[in-house]
């Protein structure tokens, strides 16, 4: 009787087993297989990140091989487009084996959550990312206000 | 059964952290030299790259380098790993193996060894 219980036993913690490494081979089978790094759905281009610190916005973008010339970023009322081209070529003289990066031009429009100072804005691509930093207008930004007693 | 499922165990690697990773986009390209890889990995640094090389497999393994600034308001993508492992064929000179990083993209130069490359016979009037 003791060794039937243990025959069940068995066969369930290899029931277990199996299931943990079923899970296992689904797991990140998603963003694995999808080259925008997840988050933006299929043709959005590129991935943006939107940060807030307190007195600035800023943008990140995942832009490989886009260089600072094939950027054109403006400023219309509240709203910021980021357009611009990526050209992907074969180098010279090579015969192609695999090919899954692709040219793209892009062209993306966000709204500002607030008013920013347009004469201080800095734009810089590094490592194939662009930050964009906005400050914001001095009337967007947080305010403490200080309060007195009266006798 | 039970002796298959052991059969099998360690071929597996479980991952330790909950880290998501990608794997990037990749072309690759041939001439008379050499092969050519080239990798989109945005946002990795010299710092944040390493190249192995273990026989014949050939692998990529990148972080994103990003600092976090303020509070996220809009989120397209994570702070995640670029991995991405590949077969080199024979007639490699692994030791000739160059790399250099520009714009976020990766350029792997693997040259061929001098026995593959194709050569040119002459011919001699006689």
């Avoid at chain 2, 390209?29 to 192995?52: F, H, K, R």
């Avoid at chain 2, 990529?60 to 077969?87: C, H, M, N, P, S």
Wanted: charged fraction near 25%.
């Amino acid at each position: 009787m003791l060794t039937r219980w243990s025959d069940v036993d068995r066969t369930y913690l290899m029931i277990d087993d199996f299931q943990r490494r079923v899970s296992q081979m689904f797991e990140g089978f998603e963003t694995r297989r999808r080259p925008g790094l997840g988050l933006t759905p299929r043709g959005t281009w590129p991935p943006v990140n939107m940060y807030d610190t307190v007195d600035a916005l800023e943008f990140h973008a995942l832009v490989p091989a886009v260089s600072d010339k094939d950027l054109k970023i403006s400023v219309n009322q509240d709203v910021l487009t980021i357009s611009g081209e990526r050209q992907v070529t074969a180098p010279e003289g090579y015969s192609v084996h695999r090919q899954e990066r692709g040219s793209v031009k892009f062209s993306r429009s966000f709204t500002l959550p607030c008013k920013c100072n347009m004469e201080r804005v800095s734009a810089t691509v590094k490592h194939g990312v662009l930050t964009l930093r906005m400050a914001k207008a001095p009337e967007a930004q947080p305010r403490q206000i200080t309060v007195t007693t009266q006798e | 059964m039970s002796e298959n499922l052991q059969q099998y165990e360690g071929n597996t690697p479980e991952a330790v952290q909950d880290r998501p990773w990608v794997n990037p986009l990749v072309d690759v390209y041939e001439n008379d030299n050499e092969m050519l890889l080239i990798a989109d990995l945005p946002g990795v640094t010299q710092m944040g790259l390493s190249i192995n090389l273990d026989k014949e497999q050939l692998s990529i393994v990148g972080t994103i380098d990003e600092e976090q600034v303020g509070t996220a308001v809009g989120r397209e993508y994570q702070k995640v790993d670029y991995r991405r492992t590949f077969l080199l064929p024979n007639g490699i000179d692994q030791s000739k193996i160059e790399a250099e990083l520009k714009l976020g993209v990766l350029h792997l130069h693997l040259p061929k060894r001098e026995e593959v490359k194709p050569r040119q016979i002459e011919v001699k009037a006689g």
